[in-house]
């Protein structure tokens, strides 16, 4: 059964760090691109990070680049989004996507809400 469960959302005051995880299961991890998209209330869901199914390409949105790191360990079917410098507007439901060709499989989300 194909899963991608993502875990590490929280509460997290201005400028503090958070490092999101999603754990795959039920498919070929290692020939996936991986990438975590946001969705903010109201707003359209957005592409933040992409990386490449060997880990050795990685695409960030203007919004979070120098600030966000996105990683993949293809042992363990994981891959990580650690986020630094954290803005009110980073607050969002964060999703975990697996893309090859034209298949792609989406989690349910974890939640980030960055405040004072």
């Known amino acids: 059964q194909l899963q991608l469960v993502e875990s590490g959302g929280g509460l997290v005051q201005p400028g503090g760090s958070l490092t999101l995880s999603c754990a795959a299961s039920g498919f070929t991890f290692s020939t996936y691109a991986m990438r975590w998209y946001r969705q903010a209330s109201g707003k359209e869901r957005e592409l933040v990070a992409s990386i490449s199914s060997t880990g050795g390409t990685a695409i960030y949105a203007e919004s979070v680049k120098g600030r966000f790191t996105i990683s993949r360990d293809n042992v363990k079917n994981m891959v990580y989004l650690q986020m630094n410098s954290l803005k009110p507007e980073d607050t969002a439901v964060y999703y975990c996507?697996?893309?090859?060709?034209?298949?792609?499989?989406w989690g349910k989300g974890t939640l980030v809400t960055v405040s004072s």
């Open positions: 996507n697996a893309l090859r060709e034209v298949m792609m499989y």
